[in-house]
């Protein structure tokens, strides 16, 4: 039977009663049965420098180490990221002692893309299972051979995976060693890969172009930025003056997307406003310096909203939903609906809150411009079915 490596990013913010909730969830996010699931790689929520393949950040990536046990009591195994370029002793300092906390357990390995930390691990660590990572952009058989002297597992990043001619010349007594990254969104279509070594020197705190440039997007442009982020993207000299064109190519390569604003019956809608968001709330977080817990954040109804709008884009699109469109509503005097969805002749709007307790009310002005709309608030306590899953228990 077939299984699947699956990514961890969001498994922390999961609301769950036990254990088999929690799974459960995780399971139904991927639309897979539980024991189709080989293990889900990501970050602990402790700092490692040596992390890598996208920004940690505690509170919206980092994963319990309680609850990385709960997936092993399911035989779900959990893959640690330290898939950094780079490689110095101190930031190894550091990551060795969240390295050790790791459950001990078969069930779980690190991935790895620098061969120095793969040798310092497999001395200090000797039973743990090491995973090549795709960002080492393995290419060739020869190649394979000389990893698998360090590695256990090699994974080949996504350009190969329609190499048939190369594929073929993989021996098939190895072909249980390698494994193949199936979808790596930004990463299928963005062929500089720059967030490779920008997301390695941001974990490291270092210096990157990521973070200038989201920052000058949203300094520059007249329309609403929800900063979210997917990988790290530095925007071409040649269209820092031309800001659609610089909205675009964020889009194409899968880092933003736009909302527009929907306008029907209303005078004073807004007619041709947009929010861009981001894939992921990780970018927001960095921005602002904030990795603080949930509970003490002034900012948590925006990374709630957030979250939640690009997962119910994800939803439609695994639905293969080409019929429904999404919007935002406001008009000139400030009244707003977070998220509407149009399809065929029904109009669905919904109020995003974080507090359950929040008073709830629609703008009469839209409900009486638009009376056959269907309502409905989404917080904490009620959200499973916007983005597309259901309580099992």
């Known amino acids: ?12 913010n999961i609301p769950y009663k036990n254990d088999l909730q929690y799974v459960s969830r995780i399971a139904k996010m991927y639309k897979l049965p539980i024991n189709r699931i080989d293990s889900v790689f990501g970050f602990i929520d402790e700092y490692a420098p040596l992390y890598g393949g996208r920004i940690w950040d505690k509170v919206d990536s980092g994963i319990s180490i309680k609850k990385i046990e709960a997936m092993n009591r399911f035989g779900i195994g959990f893959g640690l990221a330290m898939s950094n370029k780079f490689f110095n002793d101190e930031a190894y300092e550091v990551s060795k002692k969240v390295i050790e906390m790791m459950p001990k357990s078969d069930l779980n390995y690190i991935i790895i893309t620098n061969d120095t930390l793969s040798r310092k691990v497999r001395e200090d660590f000797p039973d743990m299972h090491q995973k090549l990572s795709c960002i080492a952009e393995v290419d060739n058989v020869e190649e394979i051979y000389k990893k698998l002297e360090l590695y256990d597992i090699v994974t ?15 021996p ?28 390695s020197l941001s974990n490291l705190k270092q210096k990157h172009n990521c973070i200038s440039c989201i920052k000058k997007l949203d300094e520059n442009l007249p329309i609403d930025i929800i900063p979210t982020f997917l990988g790290a993207h530095e925007f071409p000299v040649e269209y820092k003056d031309d800001k659609e064109k610089y909205i675009d190519i964020l889009e194409k390569a899968f880092i933003i997307f736009r909302l527009p604003s929907y306008s029907k019956n209303v005078r004073n809608e807004l007619k041709k406003s947009k929010k861009i968001y981001f894939c992921d709330n990780g970018i927001r977080n960095a921005i602002l310096g904030n990795y603080t817990a949930t509970e003490s954040r002034t900012d948590t109804g925006a990374l709630w909203k957030n979250f939640l709008i690009s997962e119910r884009r994800k939803q439609l699109a695994y639905q293969q939903d080409r019929t429904t469109q999404a919007y935002f509503w406001r008009t000139q005097q400030q009244q707003e609906i977070d998220y509407l969805e149009e399809s065929h002749d029904t109009l669905q709007a919904w109020e995003i809150k974080w507090n359950p307790k929040a008073k709830n009310r629609f703008p009469s002005t839209f409900l009486k411009a638009y009376p056959h709309s269907s309502t409905e608030f989404i917080n904490p306590e009620h959200f499973e079915t916007f983005v597309g899953l259901t309580d099992l228990l």
């Open 1 to 12: 039977m077939r299984k699947f490596i699956i990514s961890g990013r969001h498994f922390q």
């Open 172 to 199: 098939e007594s190895i072909k249980s060693k390698i494994v193949l990254f199936g979808i790596g969104q930004c990463a299928t279509y963005c062929r500089h890969k720059i967030c490779y070594t920008s997301v």
């Open 156 to 170: 080949l990043h996504v350009d190969q995976n329609l190499r048939d001619e190369f594929l073929r010349l993989i």
